[in-house]
């Protein structure tokens, strides 16, 4: 089994970078409490940190993780409280001025989704219970791209699921509101790891436009 000196290292370095060349921040933080302006909600995906990706300081962004950056509808709110209390804490407690539902490529769970199969035990019944979060988007995909190759599925699939969610958050009143008050903004984003792009979905094309390209980095085969 694995060490995890890796960790402890890193821990090293956090605490030169923010408990020494960056003190004042981290002791803003501790006085004066956690800020956030976005809630993001990502995957669990251990590649998609979504922190990482942004290159934030800490208190930059209250993060949810979850299989597959889903949210529950309104209804549902109960069953799910975990990532529910969460969204309901940031919105309510912290008063983000963003929401950002972070969906990503090679997505596991939405691999599982579209594989849609038996579960074999209890593990996998919890599991496909969560996934039926986005049914809606694996039927849509079934529907409009039945003819096309599994892994275009599986991508379509992922950004359909990103849309899923949020429209599940609208279905929140004390969300709805805020988003009607023009208080909170909702965005979409889509992180393509083979080409390292980041992508939005943009309502007024309904689609997934690029947001952050990548000019210089090389890409990767998956």
């Excluded at 986005?134 to 849509?140: I, K, V």
């Excluded at 079934?142 to 699921?161: G, H, T, W, Y």
């Amino acid at each position: 089994m694995r060490d995890v000196s890796k960790f402890l290292s890193g821990f090293r370095r956090f605490q030169q970078n923010y408990l020494g060349e960056q003190r004042v921040l981290f002791e803003q933080l501790v006085q004066q409490g956690q800020r956030p302006r976005a809630l993001v909600i990502a995957c669990c995906d251990s590649r998609c940190d979504p922190a990482l990706l942004t290159d934030c300081d800490p208190g930059d962004m209250f993060v949810v993780r979850n299989v597959a950056n889903l949210v529950p509808p309104h209804v549902q709110a109960t069953y799910f409280a975990a990532t529910t209390s969460a969204i309901a804490f940031a919105v309510h407690n912290l008063e983000v001025e963003h929401i950002i539902v972070m969906g990503h490529a090679q997505c596991g769970g939405i691999r599982a989704l579209m594989e849609h199969k038996t579960p074999d035990c209890n593990e996998e019944e919890l599991i496909a219970k969560w996934l039926g979060i986005a049914e809606e988007a694996r039927q849509q995909v079934l529907r409009e791209f039945n003819d096309k190759p599994i892994q275009m599925q599986a991508n379509v699939c992922e950004q359909s699921a990103i849309l899923v969610s949020l429209e599940n958050l609208m279905s929140y009143p004390w969300i709805s509101s805020r988003v009607q008050e023009d208080k909170l903004t909702l965005h979409g984003w889509y992180f393509d790891m083979r080409h390292g792009e980041l992508y939005e979905y943009r309502p007024e094309s309904g689609v997934f436009e690029v947001l952050v390209d990548n000019l210089e980095v090389a890409t990767y085969q998956i």
